[in-house]
C-alpha cells in the first residue's frame, strides 16, 4: 500500500506539470497568434523549412498556416526582391545569413510575391536560436512586418522626383535650385553650359559665389523676404 501511494503521488505530480506546461504552451501560442507582426520559425538545416509560424505571418504572405509549414524560404515562387527591386540570391536571404553565420539580421527590407497580381514589400528580422544544451544552432526566428503601403508610397514619390528630374533638365534656361542655407542643391545642363561648372564644382557652394560682392547685402535683405 505505501508503494502505491507513492507511486500515485509521483503521477500526480508528473500530470500536474505536464498541465501547467500544457497551459504555458497555450498562453505562449496565443499571445504570439495575437500578434500583427508575422513570426515564422524555420529549421536551420536543409533548405530551412517552416516549421511553425503564427496566424499574421499566414496572412501577411497570403497563405495559410498549413500551407507554410514545410515551405522553403529559398522557395523561387516567393519572387524574393531586394529593396533595389532585384532578385534576390538564395545566399544573402536573412533566414539563409543566420543559418549560416548563427548571427542575427536587422531591418532587411524584401519584396515576395503573395500571387501572380499581388506583390507585397516586408521588413525583416531573423534571429539564431541555440539548443541550450548543445549550444548548436537549432533554428531561425524571423518576425516581419507588412510595409506594402509605406514601401509603395516612397516608391511613388521617387518616381514622381526623378520625373520632376527630368522636368527640370529638360528646360533650355540655365535653372538651379537652392536650400535654404543658400546653397546649391541641383543645376541643370544648360547652367554648366552658360556659367561653366560641372554639377560636381557647383553643388554644394553657396550661391553667393555667382553673386558679385557688391550685391551680397541686397541678396540678404531680398533672400529674407521668402524664408
Not at 515564422?40 to 499574421?56: G, M, R
Not at 524560404?73 to 533566414?95: C, K, L
Request: hydrophobic letters at 40%; glycine letters at 4%.
Amino acid at each position: 500500500v505505501i508503494g502505491v501511494s507513492i507511486v500515485s503521488k509521483d503521477l500526480t505530480e508528473a500530470r500536474q506539470g505536464q498541465t501547467k506546461l500544457q497551459e504555458s504552451e497555450q498562453k505562449y501560442r496565443l499571445m504570439v497568434d495575437l500578434l500583427s507582426e508575422g513570426i515564422v520559425l524555420h529549421a536551420a538545416k536543409d533548405t530551412n523549412p517552416i516549421v511553425d509560424c503564427n496566424e499574421a505571418a499566414a496572412r501577411i504572405l497570403g497563405l495559410s498556416k498549413s500551407q507554410l509549414l514545410g515551405k522553403s524560404a529559398q522557395d523561387s515562387r516567393w519572387n524574393a526582391r531586394n529593396e533595389q527591386g532585384q532578385f534576390i540570391n538564395p545566399e544573402y536571404h536573412p533566414v539563409t545569413v543566420t543559418a549560416r553565420t548563427g548571427k542575427a539580421v536587422r531591418n532587411y527590407i524584401m519584396g515576395i510575391q503573395k500571387s501572380p497580381v499581388d506583390f507585397a514589400w516586408i521588413l525583416v528580422n531573423s534571429e539564431p536560436v541555440f539548443d541550450a544544451e548543445t549550444g548548436q544552432l537549432k533554428n531561425v526566428l524571423v518576425a516581419f512586418s507588412d510595409i506594402t503601403e509605406i514601401r509603395n508610397a516612397q516608391l511613388k514619390i521617387e518616381s514622381n522626383e526623378h520625373r520632376l528630374q527630368k522636368i527640370i533638365e529638360s528646360i533650355p534656361h540655365p535653372l538651379l535650385i537652392v536650400n535654404d542655407q543658400d546653397r546649391i542643391e541641383f543645376v541643370n545642363e544648360d547652367f554648366t553650359t552658360v556659367f561653366r561648372y560641372t554639377p560636381a564644382e557647383i553643388t554644394g557652394q553657396s550661391i553667393e559665389m555667382l553673386i558679385p560682392d557688391r550685391l551680397h547685402t541686397s541678396h540678404h535683405a531680398f533672400a529674407e523676404r521668402y524664408r
